[in-house]
């Protein structure tokens, strides 16, 4: 079994920053693939960022490119989102999600294992 628990989030103003971890426990982390997700109310959860086993590929949504950032320390099992930019639409619940060999990492319903979500909200 993983777990996964994220943290960082809260509210910013428009223009701001945040960085959101995803520590994860119970199996080799590196193992997997990591992805963050996030969904508004009245929403389907939507892709925002995936990386890969090392590190060395990451995958963005259209939405966030160039203003969100993830990586990840094997060292320490944890992922990050670094979101500069922020703007009053991605307001949601972000949630990390682990998977050893997603189908398709911007499938929600590819990872196995879930986090219980921090709250962000943007004002503007």
């Known amino acids: 079994q993983v777990q996964l628990v994220e943290s960082g989030g809260g509210l910013v103003q428009a223009g701001g920053s945040l960085r959101l971890s995803c520590a994860v426990s119970g199996r080799t982390f590196s193992n997997y693939v990591m992805g963050w997700f996030r969904q508004a109310p009245g929403k389907e959860r939507e892709f925002v960022a995936a990386?890969?086993?090392?590190?060395?590929?990451?995958y963005y949504a259209d939405s966030v490119k160039g203003r969100f950032t993830i990586s990840r320390d094997n060292a320490k099992n944890t992922v990050y989102l670094r979101m500069n930019g922020l703007k009053p639409e991605d307001t949601a619940v972000y949630y990390c999600?682990?998977?050893?060999?997603?189908?398709?990492?911007?499938?929600?319903?590819?990872?196995?294992?879930w986090g219980q979500g921090t709250q962000v909200t943007v004002s503007s």
């Open positions: 990386i890969w086993w090392s590190g060395g590929s990451t």
């Open positions: 999600g682990a998977d050893r060999n997603p189908t398709w990492v911007a499938r929600p319903g590819s990872y196995d294992y």
